[in-house]
């Protein structure tokens, strides 16, 4: 079935360090893939999307690259700062008669010290 | 305007009984979704429902839960003779038509608490 693999929290990083965070996935077909984050005491919200391979989404400094060949989706901001320590999840839709549904990684809980 | 809105915040209710989340989606919506939050289980999808079509129960995990969605926008998730296991948050979302290039933005709201004793 359908899966999604993050990286293992908490991470912990200093106030304008760069920041990875991996996730793998696995799917038939051409699943589109998003990151959707969790800040302290809100609720879920979608952070950035990409629809089909090579594609990079990005927001607020964070980026993503749809990669097919490694079925990858890693995260990455070039400088973090306090705001962003929130719960990051990697989600993906599968399409097909999984159309809608979002599978979503564990999560990865980050934390920014100033 | 108004986002997802769940109630109750939070509900603690003893082994055995039977209790009741509601979801008001965004207006417009015509998809709405319901995810279970655990510490052991991460998200998981439980059902969701498109406009006037069956709902996609595929994520149920027992029989003893069930949702309904009345007119088209407010939903209900019944739980019957909860368990234990069923301590959770339990999260709404909603969304534009599934089929079109918005595919997967979903609008979460913020969650009931469930505490099974």
């Known amino acids: 079935g359908d899966s999604v693999t993050q990286m293992e929290g908490p991470v912990t990083l200093s106030e304008e360090a760069f920041l990875t965070i991996n996730c793998t996935y696995t799917a038939t077909g051409y699943p589109s893939l998003f990151w959707y984050v969790q800040y302290p005491g809100e609720g879920l919200q979608l952070l950035l999307k990409a629809t089909k391979a090579d594609d990079k989404g990005s927001n607020k400094g964070f980026e993503a690259t749809y990669r097919k060949e490694t079925t990858s989706f890693h995260l990455e901001k070039g400088s973090v700062q306090v705001s962003d320590s929130a719960v990051y999840f990697c989600?993906?839709?599968?399409?097909?008669?999984?159309?809608?549904?979002?599978?979503f990684g564990q999560g990865t809980i980050l934390t920014v010290h100033p | 305007g108004a986002g997802v809105s769940q109630s109750p915040s939070n509900k603690v209710t003893e082994k055995g009984k039977d209790v009741e989340l509601r979801c008001d989606p965004i207006s417009g919506h015509t998809a709405l979704y319901w995810y279970r939050q655990s510490l052991g289980q991460g998200l998981e999808f439980l059902i969701y429902?498109?406009?006037?079509?069956?709902?996609?129960k595929s994520g149920l995990p027992s029989d003893r839960f069930s949702a309904e969605r009345t007119g088209g926008s407010v939903s209900t998730l019944t739980i019957q003779r909860t368990q234990q296991e069923d301590s959770a948050v339990y999260l709404c979302a909603s969304s534009l038509a599934v089929g079109t290039p918005l595919r997967g933005e979903q609008y979460f709201g913020p969650g009931t608490r469930l505490t099974v004793t």
């Open positions: 429902f498109q406009g006037n079509s069956a709902p996609d």
């Open positions: 989600a993906l839709d599968a399409g097909g008669t999984s159309y809608g549904k979002l599978t």
